[in-house]
């Protein structure tokens, strides 16, 4: 298919339910059918460009974000459909209740406009879902909250730089990197 023709309409009324379908089960926390909605689930989070790639790493990263945001839910402010992928904006809410990684808790909520791109193959399977994000947004937001002038909440802030400190010297996953440019004209 050519990157300038849409696919049919009921192959993008079927990608979309299948997307919205994904967003609900990830509030409800039903990782089995979330999982289910890829035949390798894959994820790449490209603020932290880090891949979550198969069954295990992804449900890693579900527990380690539920635990930070338990509360973790959306509100989709667009849905926009390509040739080879349905592209969601929408706001991620949350409060910072757990660490995240090395980042303690704070109690502060965010509210951060998102963008995912759900990727099909020529089989319509859902290959990715790519998301695009500011992270210095919700750490602002979660922080936000913080009285600097109370020692507790000035420990914790360092403790928060701290954790950011560590996390952020991480390699990028090389497969984010090797990307080459699309065939047009």
């Known amino acids: 298919m050519s ?9 993008l009324r079927a990608r979309e339910k299948l997307v919205l379908d994904h967003f609900e089960d990830e509030v409800r926390q039903d990782w ?3 999982l289910s909605t890829f035949p390798h689930p894959h994820y790449e989070l490209i603020a932290s460009m880090k891949v979550h790639d198969g069954d295990g790493a992804v449900r890693d990263y579900y527990q ?3 635990a930070a945001f338990p509360d973790q839910h959306h509100e989709i402010i667009a849905i926009r459909h390509s040739h080879d992928a349905v592209i969601v904006e929408f706001w991620l809410i949350g409060t910072h209740l757990g660490p995240l990684g090395t980042i303690p808790a704070t109690g502060g909520r965010h509210r951060t406009r998102m963008t995912a791109y759900f ?3 020529d089989q319509e ?3 990715v ?3 695009y994000f500011d992270q210095l947004s919700i750490l602002k937001q ?3 909250g913080l009285d600097r002038r109370k020692p507790r909440d000035l420990l914790k802030l360092l ?3 701290r954790g950011m400190l560590a996390m952020a010297g991480g390699r990028p996953d090389p497969r984010l990197q090797a990307t080459e440019p699309p065939q047009v004209g």
């Open 119 to 121: 990727v099909f193959d």
């Open 129 to 131: 879902e790519r998301v």
């Open 3 to 11: 990157i300038y023709s849409l696919p049919p309409e009921d192959v």
């Open 125 to 127: 399977n859902l290959v």
């Open 32 to 34: 089995d059918k979330v």
């Open 159 to 161: 403790r928060v730089v």
């Open 64 to 66: 380690e974000t539920r």
């Open 142 to 144: 979660v922080v936000a």
